[in-house]
């Protein structure tokens, strides 16, 4: 059986190399995409223009505009498609990393020639797919990091046009004495971005559903750290556009579900509104229990206990929180870090998050 390994191996190496040398080849054209993206243009070359080459140049700006934001959105979409395979395949790493451990320490006590060569192959064989898997991780990076940097891209190609739709409809408000031609011009959906563009995300606002966009402006209150907030959007992610949850809900920002439709799209500054909105829920949970309890938190445990319930839900704070009431933090991080399970698995990304959460019980 020990013989098949390698041949196995070799499958595994053209399979990976093969992607790999996709994701560069995708890799090189986003670089060249880059490079090519428009600069601005002349700012006063509209004022000698007539009125009908002025319309005709508002015309094609907003096409121009509508043409970024289009690529702009593929490239969101991208980057949040290879941040999801960056995650799989570093789980596999780290699946593999274990297995190799596993190997090592059985061919430790290994008895007999035979099954030493059986698992020193395997170790071999975890290895090289160890280190393929590295690679591919590396160059998911680098697709990461340049889509990111195209995106930045379109974003001053995005303002040098809205600049230069703002300067055209000026002169022509100028040459017909009508201030209104800039609002009611069919490109009036950009007009946040008049006021600067802080990422690729925050022009995600086309088909956002109107029933709800008060809703997002006005952002609940929170009494949760910085430090707890910055930790949530890191551990939750962000999506600016609604898609299904494995459970088959509508979900759109970090987790939000409610009232949200197919296709919708939010800002950023949006979505952080509805972070914010959400964990109102789990703060009055948390404020309620302690209040009954007659327990004073910490800022810290605070935060803990909101990210936890925010997590898992509410239902199992009391325990935690009565280890808390008896002077136990011990116990209550302990009890706290259980809870890294999904599917009957024990995955990393929950170990990370209870191990933060149970430190800042501390604080």
Sequence with gaps: MSGNLPKIANIAVGNVSSRLISAQSEKTDLEKEKTSVAKSGDENCYVDMETSELSNAIENIEEELSFIQKQMESIEEAINSNAKLKEKYEEEYMTIKSKIEDAKSKLETASTEEMQRFYQTRIFTLGQSLNLIGVQIDAVNGMIETKNETGQALQKSYKNAYTNYQNAANAYNIKNQNTGVLNSAPVSSYAAASGGINSVSELGVSNTDNSVASTYAAAAGTNVSDRMLNAMKNWEGCIL?????????????????????????????????????????????????????GLNLTQGQYDSLVSFAYNLGPGKLPGIMQLLKNGDIDGAANKMKQYCHAGGKKLSGLVSRRNTEASWLYT
């Excluded at 556009?241 to 939010?266: D, E, F, M, R, S």
Aim: glycine residues 10%.
């Design 241 to 293: 556009t609604a898609y299904k949850c494995p459970a088959g809900v509508w979900t759109i920002g970090y987790g939000h579900t409610g009232n949200i439709k197919p296709g919708q799209k939010i800002s950023q500054q949006q979505a952080e509104n509805l972070l914010k909105q959400d964990l109102a829920k789990f703060e009055n949970a948390v404020t309620s229990k302690a209040n009954s309890m």
